[in-house]
Each structure stands twice: as C-alpha cells, then as structure tokens.
C-alpha cells in the first residue's frame, strides 16, 4: 500500500486526492462498480476522532475499481501527520486508505525525494509532539526542516503488558 502525501492546506484539489481501489467481497479480487453519491469515507487525522468525510467519493475507472477521495481543503489543513480512512460501500470488501498530511513549505511541484521524506519526518516528528502519558520525561529529536525538538514521552504506571497466549 502507498501513502501518498498531501501539502497541508493546498488549494490544488488534485493535490488533496487519495486513490484507493474497491474490489468485491466475495472474492477479494474482481474490481466493484459502485454509485457514488453519498458514499463517504470514515477519516482520522493524526489519530483523532473518526467522522465522515465532507465529499462524497469519486469514480476514476468502474472496470479497474478505481476511486478517490478529495479532501476539502479544510480538511487538509489539519495538524500535519498522519490520515486514516476506511470504508465498505455495499457488496465491497473493507478497503483502508493512507495518507500524510506534511508541511506546505517542504512540498511544491519541484519537490525531491528528499524534500518528501524530510516532510514525512516532520510529521512524525510533530505527531510525536502530541503523545502524552501520565508522567513526563524530556527527549529532544532534530529534525531534517524545523531542527531540534524537545518533546514529553514517558510511560503510563497503569499500563498492562499483553500476555503470550501459549
């Protein structure tokens, strides 16, 4: 699976797309045409809450089961990091979507390879920047554009180790 990466907050709308297939759920092969009016996708940004997308999705190719979702420019201007979406439109196997939301200074028309993953970094860096447990320790990361960064991450007293089941 690719994740594609979106500038945060873009008016380009084809740069706000995420491309996904929809194949049938019997046997998780044969591409699915479906009707898409009203068809939305449930999205997370950074691991937040799950809500509905604004747009409905977009058929590409119904021979090919290729679709995509374009986020609002609104919704792409949420925190840089990651976004997660699922959905199972009838007779359809659940498909999940991926994507990254990075800085809008490190991607443009002329970006590299490096300018991406430098984006992909920060954004890790930045969802890092919101983990919080119950006591803290400081850590510093240095990232590739905004330089070093002093973040809290610790362990959570109440935490329950998964057990082997043998």
Do not use: W
């Amino acid at each position: 699976m690719s994740v594609f990466v979106i500038p945060k907050n873009t008016a380009t709308a084809a740069e706000r797309r995420i491309p996904f297939v929809l194949v049938d759920a019997t046997d998780l092969v044969t591409p699915e045409d479906v009707t898409v009016t009203g068809v939305k996708v449930s999205l997370s940004f950074g691991g937040g809450t799950v809500a509905n997308s604004t747009n409905d999705i977009v058929k590409v190719d119904a021979g090919t089961g290729r679709y995509y979702l374009e986020l609002t420019q609104t919704e792409a201007n949420n925190a840089v990091g990651p976004v997660h979406g699922h959905l199972q439109p009838s007779g359809c196997a659940r498909t999940y979507l991926e994507a990254m939301i990075g800085p809008s200074t490190a991607l443009t028309a002329a970006s590299t390879a490096t300018d991406i993953a430098n984006a992909v970094v920060e954004a890790e860096i930045d969802a890092l920047e919101t983990y919080n447990r119950s006591s803290n320790t400081a850590a510093t990361i240095t990232g590739p554009i905004n330089g070093a960064t002093t973040l809290t991450i610790t362990t959570d007293a109440s935490y329950q180790p998964i057990k082997s089941i043998a």
